[in-house]
């Protein structure tokens, strides 16, 4: 009653514009909303309803915009940090995995189809690039020269020239079913849902250089504090390690069923959406101890780049 009560008061919340925030945008899949955290007071600022069961997610701080697919219809709905609904396209069914791309705009893989599409700014299709079969996650490299996708079907990552399209090179991955897809430290990382791995990827040599063993079924990939942290749906916990030496540091209990994590925007922690729990937790990435957990609309996934800083217009 608590959560429904909040839909329907949804547009009468708004985030001030003129103050400036840490913000991260939490799709709930079985509640049909987005919801706006800020992470500094742990309180829901803005929430919207959305159709079509909301998951995959991408915010992209510079153009004040944040990017949700709803895995249902493939619909891209486009909001602003108030959590009002700007612009949308029907990408659809298939949409999936959504990553921000350089100079605006978004890099979105087609599941069904195996394919990558770049959309500009205001949504017009760049480029498309054949995958492998079902791509999941998409991922940009810090200079913004690669895109990456995770072909979970085909057990291999394939690698991309951001501005063309042009497929540089696909490698094979330590486990099955490729999942999430981070660059991170000069390399790429993938989450292997099926073997629980992640593997660890050098994607300019072109080969596998280290795996990292996980809990069962590892689905998203997050980095801070010279840490990786993986979210392990069926044990209920993260696993962390040290990204230098890919041993094992250890776990820690969050909700259950966590998917999408990412981290927050001043370093120092990481942010964990918790499906079964309807939570979000928010956890300390030294200490590993829990910052705050935060009750969501039912059935939280947040997959992709879902945290970042608010800049000043």
Known sequence: ??????????PFLQLTPAVAADLAFITSQNGNAVSILDLHSHEIIAQTPLDGAPAPVAYDPRSRRAYVISADTGRLSVLDEQARIINRKELGEGAFGIAVAPNGGVFVTDWFNGKLMRLDGELNQAWIAETGAAPAGVAVSNDGLLVATADRDDNQVSIFDSGTGRLIRRIETAGKHPFAVK?????????????????????????LVGEVKTGSHPYGIAFTEGRGFVTNQYDSTLTVFDIKSLKV????????????????????????????????????????????EVEMPAGPRAFGQFTGRQVQP
């Not at 009653?1 to 949804?10: D, E, I, Q, S, V």
């Not at 660059?183 to 072109?206: E, K």
């Not at 120092?268 to 300390?284: F, K, Q, R």
């Open 1 to 10: 009653m608590r959560k429904a009560l909040f839909l329907l008061l949804a």
């Open 183 to 207: 660059f991170h430290d000069g390399r790429l990382w993938t989450a292997d849902v099926m073997s629980d791995v992640v593997s660890v990827i050098d994607p300019i040599g072109g080969q």
């Open 249 to 292: 540091i250890g776990e820690v209990k969050v909700g259950d069923y966590p998917e999408g994590i990412a981290t927050l925007p001043e370093g120092g922690g990481v942010v964990v959406a918790n499906w079964d729990s309807d939570t979000v937790t928010l956890v300390n990435a030294q200490t590993l101890e829990i910052i705050a």
